[in-house]
């Protein structure tokens, strides 16, 4: 289970916007991550990998803490909000819910619950 102390310091460091460096300090090696109960990306490298390509297609991120964390045990919620800014210009707001299971201090499986239709534009 983690610690208050733990998740607040996953919070900062998500905050510091180094999404890829967060998922390299703070996920177990078989992590998994899973968007709106689609099929799992398997492994810190992937997820790392993945994010990289994600933050590769946009100018920047903005991201704020809306609420959280709650913690159950392992089981762990928090809510974001994640403003895109494109490379022309334009921005795009994504609100979600993060539910992670955590073994220890590392995030072990995280599913993101949000709607897509937040990206269209």
Partial sequence: MPSRETLEAFIADVMSEDHVGAIERWYAADASMQENQGEPRLGRE??????????????????ELL???????????????????????ATLTQEEIAWQ?????????????????????
């Fill in 101 to 121: 299971t955590w073994r220890g201090d590392k995030v072990w499986r995280e599913t993101f619950f949000y709607d897509p239709s937040q990206m269209a534009g």
């Fill in 67 to 89: 609420g959280g964390p709650l913690i159950h045990g392992d089981q762990v919620a928090i809510r974001w909000r994640f403003t895109f800014t494109r490379k022309d210009g």
């Fill in 46 to 63: 992937a997820l790392m990998a993945g994010e990289a390509r994600t933050l590769s297609r946009v100018a920047g991120v903005k991201t």
